[in-house]
């Protein structure tokens, strides 16, 4: 008999050497293993509302439940008409013109469109203008897909929004596109048009791509509006991306979707290629999707637990109060979205890891965050707390950060 080879080491693909996604990295391993050991961990680190007691709507529930005898097959790789006719009526609703359902992807989740655009459209040496900081994914994905992510700063002291000259500054002849996360993770900032139309003329005139992640556009407060990227950008090949997940508290159903928009007169190719990838994978989820149309024509949305009294409300502002009032932390007031990003006073807390930092501050106090640079933000000297516990848990869990910080601060 031939002797057995001598096992070699199995090493991942090189593709995936610049590849990062800090939001479920080596920290969160450690979490799962104190939970192992059975200490409790409070968890501001996940937007995952169903895990803090947000339910999907009822009515959504029961029609998938009622459609799961019809969701055995696969469907269309775009997916069903119901939902694809109702996501078109919810583009018609938001001011974008001429989507027609052709023109409309459903996912499992936006997650899954994400990598699908990004493959579809990068070649090596091409660069993605990407927020800092941003939804790590967005960065992760220009990079498994063989492009380069270019970061653009968005300003703190500007409430968050993406600095126009700064995204100038980094244009060069390989910039093809430019993504942009409104209402924005992790930062909660919402986007006013002016900026909007900032960016499609600079989009125009550098004829780039615009992909905008809208996931969160109906999670608002303060009485706040969102306005489509794709309202705004008729000239630009525009890719707007949304799903179930925030809005109707349905993460794990995985149904998302993304909508070709704007100038598509030369985009044939591209589109080709994103149809292929659309048909490799088959079609998404099919109970996922048959909840789409419920949620979509319904009243069932996230606007009473963000209005006036409303839970996400009321704990934003119980949460930024109590993070504001450790000294040397400062906060943007979130317009939107389920997170903050507090900024850590270099001079009283000089952080040289902000990963170890986030580390030590779980085995102190058994609060789980995510290190600023996990987003892809510059400087280790943020974190982003999510605001979905009750408010109970989350004065006991900052409370637990504010005692942290003092002890850092003294030593
Ligand atoms: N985009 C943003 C900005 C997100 O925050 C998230 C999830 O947290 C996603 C996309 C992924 O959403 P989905 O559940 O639709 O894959």
Redesign the pocket.
Known sequence: AAAAAVPRPVKKSAKLADVCYDIRGPVLVRAKQMEDEGLKITKLNI?NLASFGFDAPEEIQLDMIRNLPNSAGYSDSKGIFAARKAIMHYTQQKHIKGVTLEDIYIGN????L?VMAMNALLDAGDEVLVPAPD?P?WTAAVSLSGGTPVHYVCDEANGWLPDLDDIRSRITPNTRALVL?NPN?PTGALYPEETLRGIVDIARQHGLILYA?E??DKVLYDGASHTSLAAVSDEVLTIV?N?L??NYRS?GY?A?WMVVCGDKRHAQDYIEGLNMLASMRLCANVPGQYAIQTALGGYQSIDDLVGPGGRLRRQRDLAHELITAIPGVSCVKPKAALYMFPRLDPEMYPIADDQAFIAELLEAERVLLVQGTGFNWIKPDHFRLVFLPHEDDLRDAIGRIARFLDGYRKR
């Open positions: 937007g989740g936006v997650s899954e994400i939804y994914l996360i993770n992640d996931v969160y991306f799903g997940s925030k993460c995985r998302g």
